[in-house]
């Protein structure tokens, strides 16, 4: 069992679809992240959450809406997404509480296509 | 503002060769972290470092504070070492990551 699983690890929506990513860490870590890279660009981060609540949100639109239901499941919503929101979607988690103190460990991401 | 810059942005190299890619950043930060990313997208952390040197196999990972610069090389390099290196920086309240050196190990 990997540390850090994502599903989908491919997905393909319409701009007026409602569809879900999910990560899952099988690490007793803390904190969750959800990251986006789009092509030719570094890595940015869009939410943190520590212990189940949000402690950092990067002026995300609010056509991605994030879900920790608990410390080991994060989840991200998509919804009425546009094309340049197509990337490649990384969650991650570290034993931190969301300080960045710790050691990231990365699923292998959800490449996401918006038509 | 912090930012963070690595050199080079592409690099090709024959199988065996020593590795250097380096790393700098602008601030004063917590940790220094080193990590893979291989064509599929997933990401491995290779080191997190705060000070001096550490070694994994034939990865080295080394930072100077004072310089704000940090390095990895990768000794006998093998083509399974293709993948895009990443440096990133953390604080108490940000990580930045750089824009990623892109490696190419010939046989």
């Given at each position: 069992e990997t540390g850090v699983t994502q599903t989908p690890r491919h997905l393909v929506m319409g701009m007026t679809n409602k569809k879900s990513l999910k990560c899952e860490q099988h690490?007793?870590?803390?904190a969750m992240y959800w990251y986006k890279q789009s092509a030719k660009k570094p890595l940015e981060l869009m939410f943190v959450y520590s212990l189940e609540e949000?402690?950092?949100?990067?002026?995300?639109?609010?056509r991605f809406s994030p879900e920790c239901p608990n410390s080991s499941h994060l989840f991200l919503h998509l919804h009425t997404?546009?094309?340049?929101?197509?990337a490649l979607y990384l969650c991650a988690s570290s034993q931190d509480g969301g300080h960045y103190t710790g050691e990231l460990f990365f699923g292998e991401g959800s490449r996401l296509t918006v038509l | 503002k912090n930012e963070v810059e690595q050199s080079p942005q592409n690099l090709t190299a024959q199988e065996g060769e020593f590795i250097t890619i380096n790393c700098s950043y602008s601030v004063g930060i917590s940790a220094l972290h080193w990590l893979q990313q291989h064509p599929g997208g997933g990401i491995v952390s290779l080191f997190m470092l705060s000070s001096g040197k550490k070694k994994h196999g034939r990865l080295i990972a080394t930072i100077n504070i004072q310089e704000k610069h940090s390095s990895l090389h990768i000794t006998?390099?093998?083509?399974?070492?293709s993948a895009v290196y990443i440096c990133a920086s953390t604080s108490y309240d940000k990580v930045i990551f750089g824009p990623g050196t892109s490696l190419s190990v010939i046989p």
């Open positions: 690490l007793g870590h803390n949000r402690v950092e949100n990067n002026s995300v639109p609010s997404l546009q094309p340049e929101d197509s | 006998a390099s093998h083509p399974r070492d």
